[in-house]
């Protein structure tokens, strides 16, 4: 039974600023706002800055400062919002970027999508990534505090559910697939019409693996090579992993390293590219998979637990080993010499325990 009664929800997620994240905030107070539609529900959002959104029946406080430091981000969440938390007269805080913050509420959740605790850096990632590696480390204890104060632990898959059971010895972890709001493009990216185009947006980050990408063109024949381009979302001077992926890329022109995308542009590549390529080693979900099988195009995933459970049954998608280039190179190949075979669609999904953004609010704003 859902409670009718006048409820105040707060929804934090002061940091959430760049495209994955402000897609998952934008995207539940999307889904919140119309969730309110007869009911009775305020809704405040925590966020950076509230120019980045346009949501009706939504009352907004700014944290412009959140990003300057992570000492500023600690304080807000564990000393600021215990006596934000007061004044506002909580029934609901919902935590949307991996903190479990110290508030008076009469119902806590917090939502985990940062997977940097189960990373697990090699040498070369020590090297690119000294911060991130760090960070890996330090964030598997961030995730700890205050996370058995919650009314229930939100994570995006079964995988994840039972890291998480294991690593902090709790019980109220349920699993919420995120439920991904794609608008169809009508426009097209400027590419070569002679050309194949393999696509792959990510931010660079180590694990997201992108030499995996540049292993496997350097094993496809010459003639293979000539007919395709290969896009990534870097460039330059973004950071030491990125620098070291141009440099590495600058003897093959059908590499192409293009710089971050807006919104939009990535969706006019989704519709103009022929095939989406996922190596990431490390993700709680996998945004571009969800998004890009709207798109009813060939994937070439890394063949993981995660990236099988972001795809679900989808017969357009084919795996590659995670230690083997060439298995990549082989569907490269195959799929430019109109050879690739019939995907095994993959049937053995677990089923999370809430589907969409709606299935999810009925459990929060439930009675107890």
């Not at 039972?162 to 709001?181: C, K, M, R, T, Y």
């Not at 180590?206 to 293979?224: Q, R």
Request: hydrophobic share 40%; glycine share 2%; aromatic share 16%.
């Amino acid at each position: 039974m859902i409670d009718t009664a006048k409820k105040t929800i707060v929804i934090s997620g002061i940091n959430m600023t760049n495209s994955g994240l402000l897609s998952i905030i934008t995207d539940c107070l999307y889904a919140l706002s119309n969730y309110n539609i007869g009911k009775n529900i305020r809704i405040i959002a925590l966020v950076n800055n509230k120019s980045l959104f346009d949501i009706p029946n939504v009352d907004y406080i700014e944290f412009p400062k959140s990003k300057q430091s992570w000492f500023t981000r600690l304080y807000y969440e564990y000393f600021y919002f215990k006596k934000l938390s007061k004044q506002l007269d909580a029934d609901i805080w919902f935590s949307l970027h991996d903190i479990s913050p110290n508030v008076f509420a009469k119902k806590k959740f917090v939502y985990c999508h940062n997977p940097t605790p189960f990373f697990k850096p090699t040498l070369k990632d020590w090297r690119f990534g000294f911060k991130i590696c760090l960070f890996s480390l330090f964030y598997k204890y961030l995730y700890q505090i205050n996370i058995k104060s919650n009314t229930a632990v939100i994570v995006q898959q079964n995988a994840i559910k039972a890291s998480f059971q294991q690593l902090f010895g709790i019980d109220n972890v349920i699993v919420a697939h995120p439920e991904i709001i794609v608008k169809s493009s009508i426009y097209k990216a400027t590419l070569n019409p002679e050309k194949i185009h393999f696509f792959y947006p990510s931010f660079p980050r180590m694990f997201k693996n992108f030499e995996y990408i540049v292993d496997a063109f350097t094993l496809l024949p010459e003639n293979i090579q000539s007919r395709i381009e290969i896009r990534f979302t870097l460039e330059k001077n973004m950071n030491k992993y990125a620098n070291y992926i141009v440099e590495y890329t600058k003897k093959y022109p059908a590499i192409k390293c293009i710089g971050l995308l807006s919104r939009k542009e990535v969706l006019d590549y989704y519709n103009t590219v022929d095939v989406l390529v996922f190596p990431s080693r490390l993700e709680t979900w996998g945004l571009p998979l969800s998004e890009f099988k709207q798109f009813d195009k060939t994937i070439f995933a890394i063949d993981l637990l995660y990236a099988k459970e972001t795809v679900g049954v989808y017969e357009k998608v084919h795996y590659f080993e995670p230690q083997k280039p060439q298995t990549l190179a082989k569907l490269m190949t195959d799929y430019v010499e109109n050879k690739l075979p019939k995907s095994c669609v993959n049937t053995s999904i677990k089923t999370p325990d809430f589907k969409n953004w709606n299935s999810l609010f009925d459990f929060i704003f439930k009675e107890n």
